[in-house]
């Protein structure tokens, strides 16, 4: 007679413990994350817990009504609700959409100035407390993070830094993180198709 071995005997309690507050706050968790007091990005050990004890947490999550998604080129794990409630979906499409508004508005102002988006993701880099002042000068800017209902562009970064999608290296200074930039990346890709698909129809 085979039994099972029970995978909660080989995760890590304390570490399954703080995945679960990730989660529940609305947050992924990256592969890497910045440690302010070594001041780069390291290795995830919520990350690398996930991944060791892969189909423990992919049962475990599921029991609670979600999937446990792994975007692989990101670099992060989220869950996705599979539950039948339509209020739960609305929370989870609602925050979603203010994430993809945010890094929609960062990157075209940044591309506007003549920035290289790739620097968004580079601690020496990122997005300076000179962009912050820019960004809260610009009026049209402004007035789209005020009916996103964040007040200031830092409340705007704080928003998605809950979420995993940015760091703060430094108290003027933030930086995006691989997940944010491949959202970035989907957008201009899926704006380039768009606009292919438009010229061919005129």
């Keep these: 007679m085979n039994i099972e071995r029970n995978t909660f005997l080989d995760a890590d309690e304390l570490l ?3 995945i679960y507050r ?3 706050t ?3 968790i990256n592969r890497k994350e910045y440690i302010t007091s070594q001041a780069k990005l390291l290795e995830s050990t919520l990350y690398l817990e ?11 999550y599921r029991h609670l009504g979600y999937e446990l998604i ?9 869950l996705k609700s599979i539950a039948e409630s339509e209020s739960e979906d609305a929370v989870f499409d609602e925050t979603s959409l203010k994430i993809i508004a945010i890094l929609t508005l960062i990157s075209r102002f940044m591309t506007q100035r003549g920035q290289p988006l790739a620097l ?6 990122g997005i300076t407390g000179n962009d912050v002042a820019a960004l809260c000068k610009d009026e049209t800017t402004g007035a789209i993070f005020k009916a996103l209902k964040l007040k200031t562009p830092i409340d705007a970064l704080e928003f998605i830094k809950k979420r995993g999608f940015a760091f703060r290296v430094s108290h003027s200074r ?5 997940g944010a930039m491949k959202m970035i990346n989907t957008l201009i890709d899926r704006e380039k198709e768009l606009s292919l698909s438009n010229s061919l129809v005129q």
């Design 16 to 18: 399954s413990q703080k």
């Design 22 to 24: 990730a989660f529940y």
């Design 26 to 28: 609305g947050s992924v």
């Design 50 to 60: 996930i991944r060791k004890h892969e189909n423990h947490y992919n049962c475990l």
């Design 70 to 78: 792994h975007d692989e080129s990101g670099e992060f794990f989220s």
């Design 120 to 125: 968004l993701e580079e601690p020496v880099q």
């Design 174 to 178: 933030y930086v995006l993180s691989k």
